[in-house]
């Protein structure tokens, strides 16, 4: 065979081998990558997540205070229509 034709050879199999190295050295380092901005992403996720249920929360504690307010408030009117009913015996007055 002529000289030029085992000069492409060699060249072939050096540029060849460069791929495969390249490709195997960067591989990991991709992986890597795409666990960090996985990771990344589920911290932005869980911090949404906690944004919304402490609002959801503080919600609530308002929701329950109003009750309790309303609660308190249909127990004196139910008290005060039982103080003026002249049909309720004396005793439970």
Known sequence: MALW??????????????????????TPTRRLEARREKAAELRREAEERLTSA???????????????SERTAGEQALQQADAIDPDLPDASR
């Not at 034709?5 to 960067?26: D, K, N, P, S, T």
């Not at 402490?54 to 309790?68: L, P």
């Open 5 to 26: 034709v085992w000069v492409v050879i060699v060249v072939g199999v050096v540029l060849a081998l460069l791929l495969l190295a390249l490709v195997v050295i960067g």
């Open 54 to 68: 402490s609002r959801r929360e503080a919600i609530a504690r308002q929701e329950e205070a109003r009750s309790r």
